[in-house]
């Protein structure tokens, strides 16, 4: 072991390892100690992930605040792009 930090994923590679991890627990069959690490490994990436994403939604809400034009409002899938502009307005 060589003692250098692990470096941290990006958002992509964690996405994709967890897409990899549901495929292996939807695949073939596996021992529970071995489903219970990759359920665990899963953890940590999804953790990864929200934190990932956390980081880039503060920093979008500055970059908006910071143009004082635009209006800042919590994400809601679904809505429809024409009403993200009369929120702009």
Do not use: N, Y
């Not at 992509?12 to 490994?41: D, H, K, P, S, T």
């Amino acid at each position: 072991m060589t003692g250098r930090p692990k470096k941290e994923r990006t958002f992509e590679e964690a996405m994709a390892r967890l897409e990899e991890i549901v495929a292996e627990l939807e695949g073939e069959e596996r021992g529970l100690e071995e489903q219970f690490a990759l359920f665990q490994e899963g953890m940590e990436l999804a953790k990864v992930c929200d934190r990932k994403l956390g980081e880039v939604e503060k920093s979008v809400e500055i970059v908006l605040k910071e143009a004082g034009e635009w209006k800042t409002a919590p994400f809601e899938p679904g809505r429809a792009a024409d009403e993200d502009d009369d929120l702009r307005r």
